[in-house]
């Protein structure tokens, strides 16, 4: 199976801040990645599909870069309604697989 | 608009059995790949399985952790994804998803989720 790697677990930013988010895969998924967005008892929202192209209805303030086993997830400017947990997933080969999330808290 | 919306959780004890469903509308059902991921209470995503399109034979794959305990199927006559999870564990306690595969292979749209809870 293709272990996902994400870091930090957790994150404190402050409104207006840029946030970078990484996504680490155990072997090369060339950019078979999406990145999810999901709030306190809601359903994952997607974000970024093959690595780097934007959701449509998807605001361009997130942005995910990367190929082959490294990824990135970008925020420009952090809103109050980004505060959330994001998670990178991986498309190439089942079992699909989720990173173990990113937690982006207020300071 | 696209709305996936499941029904079927609840509680049940170690071993039983429960069946979950998945109600689609705003797209052409018979068109997608449907899954199901879950989340266990305060835990990250599981991807569960997976059941293809017609023209796919309507093939299923499974995480080997619900392989031959859990059977995804699907009824494109009405819109309809479920799964059916017998000797259910503790460990199966979650939050349980039905999400579309977009035509880049990501899941572009999730339903709100339902609660099964295994215990005795």
């Known amino acids: 199976d293709i272990q996902m790697t994400q870091s930090p677990s957790s994150l404190s930013a402050s409104v207006g801040d840029r946030v970078t988010i990484t996504c680490r895969a155990s072997?090369?998924?060339?950019?078979?990645l999406a990145w999810y967005q999901q709030k306190p008892g809601k359903a994952p929202k997607s974000l970024i599909y093959?690595?780097?192209s934007l959701q449509s209805g998807v605001p361009s303030k997130f942005s995910g870069s990367g190929s082959g086993t490294d990824f990135t997830l970008t925020i420009s400017s952090l809103q109050p309604e980004d505060f959330a947990t994001y998670y990178c997933?991986?498309?190439?080969?089942?079992?699909?697989?989720f990173g173990g999330g990113t937690k982006v808290e207020i300071k | 608009e696209v709305q996936l919306v499941e029904s079927g959780g609840g509680l049940v004890q170690p071993g039983g059995s429960l069946r979950l469903s998945c109600a689609a509308s705003?797209?052409?059902?018979?068109?997608?790949?449907m899954d199901w991921v879950r989340q266990a209470p305060g835990k990250g995503l599981e991807w569960v399985g997976r059941?293809?399109?017609?023209?796919?034979?309507?093939?299923?794959d499974y995480a080997a952790s619900v392989k031959g305990r859990f059977t995804i199927s699907r009824d494109d006559s009405t819109n309809s994804l479920y799964l059916q999870m017998n000797t259910l564990k503790t460990e199966d306690t979650a939050v349980y998803y039905c999400?579309?595969?977009?035509?880049?292979?990501?899941?572009?749209?999730w339903g709100q989720g339902t609660l099964v809870t295994v215990s005795s």
């Open positions: 059941v293809r399109k017609k023209a796919n034979s309507y093939s299923t």
């Open positions: 997933q991986q498309y190439k080969t089942n079992p699909l697989t």
């Open positions: 072997q090369d998924i060339t950019n078979s």
């Open positions: 705003g797209f052409s059902f018979s068109d997608h790949f």
């Open positions: 999400a579309r595969v977009g035509l880049n292979w990501n899941f572009d749209y």
């Open positions: 093959a690595a780097s």
